[in-house]
C-alpha cells in the first residue's frame, strides 16, 4: 500500500555533498521510523543511518557518522538524507526504507523499500 520513490542521486566528487530524498505516497503515513541503506557491487547491504518518527531521533552507521545527517518532514511524508564529505567508498545504491515495528540497523525488519537511488563518488 505505501510506496517510497528515492530522488536526489547522480555524480559526485570526492569531498561534495548530495541530498536524497525519500517520499512516500499510497496512504496516510505514520511509520515506527525510516531509514537509509546502501549496497555497492559485490556488497552487502548495509545499514546507513535511521530516525524514528515520532521523537526525531536519529541513528548512523559508523562509517557515515559525522558527515551523513538523516531528517524527516511530515508534511511532505518525505525523509532526507544529506550526505557531506564524501568518499569514494560511499558510491553505492542507496534504498530509503520503513517499519512499522523497531529502528534497527537490520534490512528484514523494514516493512517498505523504494526503488533506490545511484550515488556515484569520483576519486
Same mark, same amino acid.
Do not use: H
Given at each position: 500500500?505505501?510506496?517510497?520513490?528515492?530522488?536526489?542521486?547522480?555524480?559526485?566528487?570526492?569531498? =561534495?555533498?548530495?541530498?536524497?530524498?525519500?517520499?512516500?505516497?499510497?496512504?496516510?503515513? &505514520?511509520?515506527?521510523? !525510516?531509514?537509509?541503506?546502501?549496497?555497492?557491487?559485490?556488497?552487502?547491504?548495509?545499514?546507513?543511518?535511521?530516525?524514528?518518527?515520532?521523537?526525531?531521533?536519529?541513528?548512523?552507521? *559508523?562509517?557515515?557518522? =559525522?558527515?551523513?545527517?538523516?531528517?524527516?518532514?511530515?508534511?511532505?511524508?518525505?525523509? +532526507?538524507?544529506? !550526505?557531506? &564529505?564524501?568518499?569514494?567508498? *560511499?558510491?553505492?545504491?542507496? +534504498?530509503?526504507?520503513?517499519?512499522?515495528?523497531?529502528?534497527?540497523?537490520?534490512? #528484514?525488519? +523494514?516493512?517498505?523499500?523504494?526503488? =533506490? #537511488?545511484?550515488?556515484?563518488? &569520483? &576519486?
Amino acid at each position: 500500500q505505501v510506496q517510497l520513490v528515492e530522488s536526489g542521486g547522480g555524480l559526485v566528487q570526492a569531498g =561534495g555533498s548530495l541530498r536524497l530524498s525519500c517520499a512516500a505516497s499510497g496512504r496516510t503515513f &505514520s511509520p515506527y521510523a !525510516m531509514g537509509w541503506f546502501r549496497q555497492a557491487p559485490g556488497k552487502e547491504r548495509e545499514f546507513v543511518a535511521a530516525i524514528k518518527w515520532s521523537t526525531r531521533t536519529t541513528f548512523s552507521a *559508523d562509517s557515515v557518522k =559525522g558527515r551523513f545527517t538523516i531528517s524527516r518532514d511530515n508534511a511532505k511524508n518525505t525523509v +532526507y538524507l544529506q !550526505m557531506n &564529505s564524501l568518499k569514494f567508498e *560511499d558510491t553505492a545504491v542507496y +534504498y530509503c526504507a520503513a517499519t512499522n515495528r523497531i529502528i534497527v540497523p537490520v534490512a #528484514t525488519i +523494514y516493512d517498505y523499500w523504494g526503488q =533506490g #537511488t545511484q550515488v556515484t563518488v &569520483s &576519486s
